[in-house]
T-cell receptor
């Protein structure tokens, strides 16, 4: 089966600019996650979708981050405006259902200068 | 939020030596998942533990879930250079939220 697709692979922006990341989960996977992974740390959950509804966004900095999964398939994560501390790898993951294992995409490495 | 603590943070071994990483929680875990992330890669699922005292094996890897479901361990027998990477435990929470630990970085000297 095809894996989780993410784009772009790398992105370099200046602080205060905006950026968007795209994720296409594995077909049939109802749950989609966005994680932020800062170098040397574990992935931190930003937002979790079940189909097109938000299940958890408690750690999403809502003043600058937004995410949507309009048709319950693809998802986009946006940062506006970006800060230096947003430099990280943004990982998208999907799972079939419930507490099934997560399948991660290759991530988007964001550098904010 | 509810955290899981992983120790050690780093471990360097000679090829052929054993390796163990521990995952601890102050509260009872409903389940624990283990992932491996190679340098420059993304986390890859290894195993899920659900039952108290559960032990699962995958070739040279042995995973254990504590009797009280507050801790878990991953043991690798006779490490190889292909074992290099960061090993994460992740606790399952409400609404199937998965919270990751900070991981243990394993390096292997050939």
């Amino acid at each position: 089966e095809a894996g989780v697709a993410q784009s772009p692979r790398y992105k370099i922006i200046e602080k205060r600019q905006s950026v968007a990341f795209w994720c296409n989960p594995i077909s049939g996977h109802a749950t989609l996650y966005w994680y932020q992974q800062i170098l040397g740390q574990g992935p931190k959950l930003l937002i979790q979708f079940q189909n097109n509804g938000v299940v958890d966004d408690s750690q999403l900095p809502k003043d600058r981050f937004s995410a949507e999964r309009l048709k319950g398939v693809d998802s986009t994560l946006k940062i506006q405006p970006a800060k230096l501390e947003d430099s990280a790898v943004y990982l998208c993951a999907s799972s079939f259902a419930g507490d099934s294992p997560l399948h991660f995409g290759n991530g988007t490495r964001l550098t904010v200068t | 939020g509810q955290q899981v603590m992983q120790i050690p943070q780093y471990q360097h071994v000679q090829e052929g030596e054993d390796f163990t990483t521990y995952c601890n929680s102050s509260t009872t875990l409903s389940n624990i998942q283990w992932y491996k992330q190679r340098p420059g890669g993304h986390p890859v699922f290894l195993i899920q533990l659900v039952k108290s005292g559960e032990v699962k094996k995958q070739k040279r890897l042995t995973f254990q879930f504590g009797e009280a479901k507050k801790n878990s361990s991953l043991h690798i027998t006779a490490t190889q250079t292909t074992d290099v990477g960061t090993y994460f435990c992740a606790r399952g929470g409400s609404n199937y939220k998965l919270t990751f630990g900070k991981g243990t970085l394993l390096t292997v000297n050939p």
